[in-house]
Structures are given as C-alpha cells and as structure tokens.
C-alpha cells in the first residue's frame, strides 16, 4: 500500500464541525452526476428536490413530521454510539414499540376507554422498544456477541412479526382482505397541534427529548459515565462505572425513543397498524446521529435535513418520476461521506516513499 | 585498544533536526558511533532520545541534518533499508507474537524463507556465540521478559548488524539479566560491532559504556567519557540542575493497619495460571511500603485486585481501614479514603480525548462535592481542577486540553495530585515515576513521603529497584504471582531484593509461616 492514514496530533473543533458540512455538499456533487446519468436537469431536479419543499406551507409541516421519528430514534442513538456500542437495530425497536402500543389501541377499540389510552401507548411503545433493544444488549454482555450483527438482524424479526399480525390475528375484518388493523379510535390517536395539516403534538415530544438529552449528556454524571465508556473503557473501569450497566442503559434508552417513535407514527400520521409503518426511519436515524455529531441539538437539525431529502424524494417521484431509490442513494452517500470526512479530518494521509515490501 | 586512537564512526548523526507541529523534538543535534564502542545516550523523558533514534533507523525523516553511514551520506527511507545496511533496533515493546514460537517469530522478520530446522541452528549458534540463553522451540507466550528481550536481539543479531541500537534494555531485566546483556554487550564490541545503549541508569552507563552522549530538552548538551563521571555529575548534565534527593525522615508514629490482604488468590486470565497466589500484606498508616519486582510478575492484577476493578471471591480477604472491601467496587472503595494511580496514565489512569478537568471526575465523582444527586456542578470541578494543577504545577499549553496533550510527567503530578487531594488515608500507587522526568519525580516522591507523615498508609508498586530503596520502609518482592514479606529497607540489600526478583525465593518458608501464623 502506498498510502498510510496518520493519527492527526490536533484536530481543532472547527474541523470536526466543518465535516458534515463538506459530507453535504460532497454528496450534493454525487447528486448532480447522478442526474445526469439518469437524464435529468440537475438544477430542476435540485429544485425540485431541496428548494420547491421549503417553499410551500404544507410541505414544511411535512418535513417537521417527518424528521420527528428521525430526531427521538437519532437522539437514543447518540447515547448509543458516545458509549462505542453500535445499535444498528433502530428499526426494529421502532417496530416492536409501534407493536405493543398498537396492541392497547386495538384492545380498547371501540369500548368506553377514556383519554388514559394514549399516554398508555406511549408507555408501552417505549416498553416494547427498550425491550426488543435490550435484546442485543445481554447477548452483548452475556455472550460477548456483536450487536452490531444481532441488532441488525433482529429488525427483520420484528418486521415480519408485524407482517404476521396485520395478516392475521389483528386484520380489520371489515377492511377487505387488506393487510391493516382498524383505524384507530379519537381516544387512541396522537392529537394534531393545528386545525390544518398533520403536525401533531409527538413533535412536541421530540423537542422535549431535544432538552433532556443535552442536560443528561452535558450536565449528569450519567452522561459523563457513557462518555467514559465509550472513550476509554479502562478509565471508566477505574472510575467505577460498570460497563455492563452502560450497556444495558444506552440500549434501553435508544430501544425506548425509537419505541416511542413508532407508537407516535402509528398514532399519529398513519392511524392504524400496517405492514409497512416506516420509510427507514430507524435507518436513516444512524445518518441523523452521525451528521448531527452525537448531539441533540445536532441531531435535530440533521433530522430536519434528512426529512429535506424524504420530502423532496416524494416530490421528485410525482414530478421527475424518479424512482424513490434516489432519495435511498442520497441518504447512503451522505452516511459514507460524513464517515469518511472525519476519518479525513482526524487522520492525516501520507504517502509512502520508497520501495514496497512486505 | 589503546586510549588515544579514536576509531573513526561507523554511523554518525550530523545536525538533526526534527519538528512536531511547533514541538522542536530534536535541535540540531549530533552523535557519532563508532565501531567497537558502546555508546551511551542519556536523557530524561521527553529528552529526544527516540526521536533521534527512530531517524537514525529510518522509523522517521530528519527536517535538516544529515546521516552517515561509513563516512559517506545516506539517507533511510524506511526501517528495511536501514536494516538492510547493518542498524538493528531492540524497543523497548517487542513484536512478538505469543502464540508461535522463538523460531517461528524470527522467522517471520526474516525474508526468504528459509527452512525452520536451518533457522533453529542458526538461532542455536548466535546463542551459543554471544552467550545469549534463548531455546529456539518454545513458545513466547511462555517467556520472561527478559527471555522475549533475548529473541528480539538473536532477531537482529541474525541479519549481522554492524551497528546495534538498545532502546532502554535493562528497564525490565532483574539485576542478574542485566549483568548477562552487559557481557553479551561486551562480546559484540569486541567483534568491532557498535552498540547504542539507551539509559537513563547512570551506573549502567558509567560501568559499561565508553563514551555518552546527553541529550537534553531535544539538544546536544555534551559527550563525555562516562568512565570519568559519577552519577551525580550525569545527573546534572541530564537534568540541568542538581537532582533533589527524596529526605527520608520518619519521625512520626506508625499507626494502625489501613490495608490488610489476607491469602488473596486471583485466578489468571486462562493463559498462565494463576495470576496471584496467596498474597498477604499489611500497611500501617504513616508507613510507604514498596514492591519490587520486574514487569509481568502479577503487579497488575495485584492493582486491579487492590483498586477494586477485579473484584475478590472473599470480601475480607482484603481489608481496608477495618472494613472487607473485597466484594466493594473502585466507587465504595474510594469512599473508604483509599486513593488509587494505576501505571498506564492514558487509557487507565486517564481519558486521553477528554478534557484534563473532566479527569479529575475519574476519581472524585463519589465524593459528594463535585457531583451531587447524579448532577456535575461545573464551578466546583473547575476550582478543584485548579487547585490540583496550582498545588502540583502541572503544566501544560491551553486552558483545558486533552489528557493526551500533556507530557508524562505533567499528567502523573495530575493524576497523584487529583488522588492526594481527596485526603486518602491509604493510597496505592503503581510505578508512580515510570516515565517521569527527574524533578517531576522527586516532586512526587516527596509528595508521598510528606503523605506518609500526615499518617497515611501509601503502597508504592514499581520496577525501579533504586527508586524504591531511596523512599520507602519496607520493601517486598512479586515474583510470578508470589509476594515475599516485606522487610524494612535498612535489613536488606540490594542483591537479595535482586535475587528474589529473579526467582530466587531467598526467604519463602519466612513467609509461608507469616501465612500461618495469620
């Protein structure tokens, strides 16, 4: 090899925030070739991509729903990845919320139950996800197995057994034959904050995981510990942290938003329970959380940029009528490029002289 | 050799330079080895002495200056090259790998492929020529250090160096082993090979070496004749001023136990066995008590076992100030006043890509001032990381870098400082000036001594045999998991500490009956 990456001694602040920001506009460049080779105007297709949704009042409401799941599973992910473990499984904690909180909108459909219902949802929203994320967090432990790999693989698990209860034991019997649950009872649905539009109050909800967030990671000895944990695991050994402990915590906590995220999609803008209850949510929150450099206040404004790109995917299906695998390949290509950018800014690449041996 | 002919250099150093960003690490400096001669360079740490030895073997390229090998320029562009052309390098970490043996690990360093059973005689010839113990079949995982040091000399001695570079080789010899490498040192010069020791042990030097160079602060201070010196004139060229000796004056009582270890065993990790066998001790407050012994003797996991970050089977099998804190973690220890420094400062003792105050969290968290219900209060961890860098001058650039920006001696007085602040009652310390420079290092041994006076019990593991003798009371040896019963320092010598470092279990059936008889 005649290249070798260097341990840069100093990386100022400003490089590591001036990152994602290259990350963005290199992914832009990609996207540009990319319409080209697809035959497309790339300044109509940015318009229509990134500028044509901010203009219009329906759709900003749109992007602030949709970066609300983003922004409550990025933000467990953060805590996740400050403590070095590597929950990959975001979707599948999503799904496993959206589940259990379901079951109590089903169970008490069409009876007397009061506005109790929905805060219950949420609770066991959370409760399902902080428990299907725990999963990988004592094979972990336990067994020493990666979580990368179980995490991942239990998301499939959690989507087909969703798959099995909209086809089976929760069908709608009077849906005709589709696969999806009844809708929803008022009592059991995520209250919208304005007469007109989708904007409901789980957005609320994120905000307020925005805040607590910053306080616990900035703030506690409990943010501190997970950040030891992750940074030098034998110094928070000597400190006294367990790390067991961290591992089961970030795993609950990122299990539980994204748990609460599902719950809040399938109370709120979907309304009932389908086989498919999320564009990749609990993926796209990886990029969320990378890009928003593991904070909260970072995430939310990722969050809100990755949202940009579901919109405008949408947009461009119906006006460009480009697949919606673009808006897959512009989230993939900015994932790559924020790793690689501060792979670049805390490493220097030097070029080896002489002759190669082995 | 007469004394008045100088042989001319084999491998010389004409005016290096070399930069780190704005760090100077070597300014202009020169060296000259010759053939036949052991040269000695001297130098604290941060003097330089890698820097310039990683370019003299083309680990690194010098800004300005230039080599010269023979006489003639060269330049090596990397480690191959240079071994190539006759400069072999023993660091001080070894490229060992465990699981193969002696012969297979020389031979993967080797090109060619030459057949094992052929590389096991060669192998068998070089031991048998330089007096140098190495048993080509065994595997490394077994070895001392002393014996891994021996594989990785037989490894360059293989490819018939002309010049052979030491990187400090007796740091973790016994006293013994170092006697067996300076006479393995003096059948090499006296081939006409030169050897470049590294040291910052003066009577090494002064016995073995025939000319020194001093490095200091990355400059060319002086070459002189060692033989010519004492210790304490090297010192002052190494250090710049005159070395402070630690006082050692106990003139207050020796109280009560603050540390009893009672037939504490520890198992090993499944490798070598057990890590810790029937391990006794007792500290009293006011008394510091030190435990010799070469690296890889079980002095870890006794720290691990001690600070709680390995939990005991039998909670009173360690006691502190009274109360079984064997099954106690390192939180409810530190909350009995015991203070703990491990030996590796970044990684264990510190995070280094985090902020030097939030550090001093590492060891303060449970103590109620600065965290309180679950919440850092920022102001208090600020005042107290500026008392502990105002009361141990730890110095360092910035307001409040990362750990890892600091040099080694500024981050041990911030870690012993951040320990004695707490006001421990027992304080436990492993290898507390490894690495440090000599002021730094007599700052922090009079800073324990002075804790030992206000009646704290301090426990000082370190591979520093003269270290240990200088500062505390009673001394006791680890040898493969095993600790002898400590005996003051005035009723013993430095050779039996030796021998019993070695293996030489001098008094085990002593202390099998202080076993017995508590």
Known sequence: MPFRLERQETVSGLALLAAPLLALIFTLIVGAVMFVALGQDPIRAFSVYFIEPLSDPWTLQELVVKAGPLLLIGIGLSFCYRANRWNIGAEGQYVAGAVLGSWLALATHGTEAGPWVLPAMLVLGALGGALWGLIPAVLRVKFGASEILTSLMLVYVAQLGLDYLVRGPWRDPQGFNFPQSVTFDPVATMPLLFEEGRLHAGVLVGLVAVALAAFVLGRTLVGFSIELGGSAPRAAAFAGFDERRVTYGVFALSGALAGLAGIIEVAGPIGNLQPSISPGYGFTAIIAAMLGRLHPVGVLIASLVLALTYIGGEAAQITLRMPFDVTRVFQGTLLISILAADVLVRYRIRRLKGAAHA | ?518
């Open chain 2, 1 to 518: 050799m007469p004394d008045d002919i100088t042989p001319p250099a084999l491998l010389e150093a004409i005016g290096l330079t070399k930069r780190f960003g704005a760090l100077v690490a070597n300014d202009n400096v020169s060296l000259a080895i010759r053939a036949g001669e052991t040269h000695a360079l001297l130098g604290e740490n941060g003097a330089g002495k890698s820097t310039l030895v990683k370019m003299m073997c083309g680990l690194l390229q010098p800004d300005s200056g230039e080599l010269r090998f023979d006489g003639a320029p060269i330049v090596f562009p990397d480690p191959a090259t240079s071994r190539a052309r006759g400069i072999g390098v023993v660091f001080q970490h070894f490229a060992l790998f465990d699981a193969l043996t002696v012969v297979e690990n020389v031979a993967l360093g080797l090109p060619g492929n030459e057949p094992l059973g052929a590389l096991a005689k060669r192998i068998e010839d070089c031991v048998g020529r330089y007096g140098l113990v190495v048993e080509p079949y065994r595997r490394v995982g077994e070895l001392s250090v002393g014996e891994r040091q021996r594989v990785e000399i037989v490894r360059c001695l293989l490819g018939d160096p002309r010049v052979l570079i030491l990187d400090e080789p007796t740091s973790v010899l016994t006293p013994d082993e170092s006697e067996a490498l300076f006479r393995t040192v003096d059948v090499l010069t006296g081939e006409g090979r030169a050897v470049l020791f590294i040291s910052h042990k003066l009577d090494e030097v002064r016995r073995l070496c025939h000319r020194a160079t001093v490095l200091r602060g990355g400059r060319f201070i002086a070459e002189v004749d060692p033989k010519k010196e004492t210790a304490a004139s090297l010192a002052r060229l190494m250090v710049g001023a005159e070395v402070p000796r630690t006082p050692r004056i106990v003139a207050h009582e020796i109280g009560a136990p603050r540390l009893l270890v009672k037939n504490l065993t520890v198992p090993g990790d499944g490798s070598r066995g057990s890590a810790l066998h029937d391990i006794n001790l007792e500290i009293r407050a006011g008394e510091i008590v030190g435990i010799a012994g070469v690296a890889g003797n079980g002095q870890t996991a006794l720290f691990n076992a001690l600070s709680g970050e390995r939990l005991a089977r039998d909670p009173e099998s360690i006691v502190i100030d009274t109360v079984p804190a064997g099954a106690l973690g390192p939180t409810a220890r530190r909350a009995l006043k015991a203070g703990f420094v491990p030996e590796e400062r970044l990684g264990h003792a510190a995070a280094p890509d985090m902020r030097l105050s939030d550090n001093v969290l590492l060891t303060t968290h449970g103590d109620g001032a600065i965290v309180r219900h679950g919440v850092i209060r920022r102001s208090v961890l600020q005042s107290t990381f500026a008392e502990i860098v105002k009361r141990f001058d730890v110095r360092f650039g910035g307001r409040d870098p990362k750990a890892r920006r600091l040099s080694g001696g500024n981050l041990q007085k911030f870690v012993i400082g951040r320990e004695v602040l707490r006001e421990p009652v027992l304080i436990i310390v492993d290898q507390p000036t490894w690495g440090v420079d000599a002021a730094a290092a007599a700052f922090i041994r009079t800073t324990l001594r002075a804790k030992a006076a206000e009646g704290c019990a301090v426990l000082v593991i370190s591979q520093d045999l003269d270290e240990l003798i200088e500062f505390t009371d009673r001394i006791a040896v680890m040898c493969e998991g095993h600790l002898t019963e400590p005996v003051p320092v005035a009723e013993t010598s430095r050779e039996a500490i030796g021998l019993a470092m070695g293996g030489a279990h001098s008094a085990p059936s002593h202390a099998e009956e202080h076993a017995h008889a508590v």
